[in-house]
């Protein structure tokens, strides 16, 4: 079940919204959660019943864990529980995510044949394996309160963040599911995540799912020598990716309002930033913050240095880069943003500004070289599009304004973008306030006449779902 099907958004959704509250109502509160609860595990199984089965595993060995640091050990038992949790949760995460990648190289080691084979990989594996995690952490640390298996259970599976985020924390989410006042029906969240939900799927199904006959037609017969098309198609990708990511968001932090819980914000405006270094704190907020907090600041306690600080970036982007996929591709993407920011922070020290829209401006070029690294699984075609962009050996093929469309002729194919929703996305990208600040000045305002527009743009996005295409971040 995707959060852009008219399954959720008519169904799902508002089923599960009313008997959870109609069940608070009568002040069953223990009935509610167990029944949150296991609405969440039917929306994770609704993609595959197998899922739940691994998830659920997943989440008693932690909580099991988790018990162990309660009693009364000393310092070397506890870090000996530790290490036994990371590895037991990093080897679940690698022998779901990364086997088939380990399996090729070991095949290719040894020359022997790669026999590709069925093989499960969860969704949202990435995510909810780092979530708890930080949870297992935070016990051998201390830091947590007396939890009970539904409140760990429901923390780590509730349906807006549990496929692809965002990856909250215990003190972030937990304290609002036992938060009695929140157990009520909240006029201003029904609004806000009614606004968030509708800016979202508008997002996705509108803008982002426009750019996919595109990119996929382009990646199918890989015309990647033009030069006009390629950067057409590298800035597709980049707001493709931007628009898909954002509206997931969007979407998840609305569904989690309506139901009085406020998860943290995950994307603040990626566009607007002014160096990869910035683009950095504003995109997929809650993973670069696991990764801060879990990695680079306890590899920073012994050092403060520029040079360890760029060591210790390279290794967490690196991490970043083995996160995003099993590939090498992937890796090499890593790097690279790691490499980019340590020379961010090196600039950085000159202390020379520039000026904003050029800072923004060429962020964003970089981005858009950067998508050449991005959905490919051998670097050849990505350094057949990096030499297009720069047009060595290319070719310039017309392009033409069609009324509406920008119209390509590499091919006999019908090859066309929409310029409403190029200017739309250079639009919501750099100019307009995020859906977040945007949802929090129409629940206040509470206009009829916004009202009116939402309704109209919520009927409109869900005309468009003819067909539910999955986020990005899925693959994850």
Known sequence: MLFNSIEYLLLFLPVVFCLYFLLNKFKLFKIATCF????????????????????????????????????NLTAKQKTFILILALITNIGILIGFKYFLFIYKIYSSLLHTPFNAMDYIIPLGISFFTLQQISYIIDCYKGEIKDYNFFDYALFVSFFPQLVAGP???????????????????????????????????????????HFTPFIDHINQFEIYSDFYLTWFYSIAKVFQGYFDFSGYCDMALGSAYLFNIIIPWNFNSPYKAQSILDYWSRW??????????YIYNPLMKKSKSLFTSCINIMIVFFIYGLWQGSNHVNIVYGILNGVLVCLNKIWMKFNINLPKAFSIFLTFITLVF????????????????????IGYHTTFEAIVLNGINIKFFPTSFDLSLSLIIFILCVYLSFISKNSTELALIYAKKNNTIYTIILAVLLFISTLFITKSSEFIYFIF
């Open 167 to 209: 990856i909250v924390r215990h003190q972030e989410i937990i304290p609002q599911f036992n938060d009695l006042s929140k157990r009520f029906i909240n006029q201003e969240n029904i609004f806000i995540g009614i606004f968030l939900t509708t800016v979202g799927l508008l997002k996705k199904v509108v803008i982002a799912d």
């Open 370 to 389: 950067l998508s050449a690294f991005i959905g490919f699984n051998d670097l050849k075609e990505t350094f057949i599009i990096l030499k297009s962009l």
């Open 36 to 71: 949150l609860l296991l609405a969440s595990l039917f929306f994770y199984g609704s993609y595959k019943i197998e899922y739940v089965y691994i998830l659920v595993v997943s989440i008693i060995i932690n909580y099991l864990f988790s018990l162990l640091f309660k009693r």
């Open 284 to 293: 997929n907020m809650t993973l670069i913050r696991f990764f801060k907090d």
